[in-house]
């Protein structure tokens, strides 16, 4: 679960690189590009939240 909680970190800090960078953006195509892969990356992260939220899967059972 390590690895979601720092895949969910690293996600959220592209997004607000990428969101930094539209408003920087002079050109309206880019700023629209840039605000594109910051939405992909939230969505990311609301799917990795999920998959944190899912049970654990118990260990198979010998037969």
Do not use: D, W
């Not at 930094?20 to 990795?48: D, I, P, T």
């Not at 999920?50 to 260990?59: C, G, I």
């Amino acid at each position: 679960m390590k690895s979601c909680i720092l895949l969910s970190s690293s996600a959220q800090e592209t997004a607000h690189f990428f969101l930094g960078l539209s408003k920087q953006a002079r050109n309206a195509r880019l700023k629209q590009e840039f605000e594109k892969y910051a939405r992909e990356e939230f969505a990311y992260m609301v799917r990795l939240a999920k998959v944190r939220k899912l049970p654990h899967l118990a260990s198979p059972v010998n037969n």
